[in-house]
C-alpha cells in the first residue's frame, strides 16, 4: 500500500553537502503533509524536518534549521532533502515519512515510513 523508497544517502565530507530523494507511492501524494526523520544508532528517532501538502510551509528542526531544506513535487510524487554544511552529528540513517495530515509535521503525526538512507559525515 503506502510505500516509500529514499535514495541519495552516502558518504559526505564535513561542510559537504547531499541531496536526499523520496519516491511515494500508494497514497494521494499531494493530499499528505510529509516529513524526514532521522535515527542515530544509540539515540531515539529525531524529527528533521516536514513540509505540508501544497508545499508552501515547511518546518525544521533546531538542529538543521539554515543547513537543510525540505521540498517536494507532488506531480513527481517526490519529497527532498537538500543537506548543505553536514556535520559529523548528521550522520544518521534518514527516513521519509507520511504525515496523517496535511498541515501537521511532527512525529507524532507521521503514520508511515520508509526503511531509510543511510548518511555518513564524516573526513
Known amino acids: 500500500q503506502v510505500q516509500l523508497v529514499e535514495s541519495g544517502g552516502g558518504l559526505a565530507q564535513p561542510g559537504g553537502s547531499l541531496r536526499l530523494s523520496c519516491a511515494a507511492s500508494?497514497?494521494?501524494?499531494?493530499?499528505?503533509?510529509m516529513s524526514w526523520a532521522r535515527h542515530v544508532s544509540g539515540k531515539g528517532l529525531e524529527w528533521v524536518a516536514g513540509?505540508?501538502?501544497?508545499?508552501?510551509?515547511?518546518e525544521y528542526s533546531d538542529s538543521v534549521k539554515g543547513r537543510f531544506a525540505i521540498s517536494r513535487d507532488n506531480d513527481a510524487r517526490m519529497l527532498f532533502l537538500q543537506m548543505d554544511s553536514l556535520k559529523p552529528e548528521d550522520t544518521a540513517l534518514y527516513l521519509c515519512?507520511?504525515?496523517?495530515?496535511?498541515?501537521?509535521?511532527?512525529?507524532?503525526?507521521?503514520?508511515?515510513w520508509g526503511e531509510g538512507t543511510l548518511v555518513t559525515v564524516s573526513a
Open positions: 500508494g497514497f494521494t501524494f499531494s493530499a499528505y503533509a
Open positions: 513540509i505540508h501538502s501544497d508545499g508552501r510551509t515547511t
Open positions: 515519512a507520511k504525515s496523517n495530515y496535511s498541515n501537521y509535521v511532527t512525529l507524532d503525526g507521521l503514520d508511515a
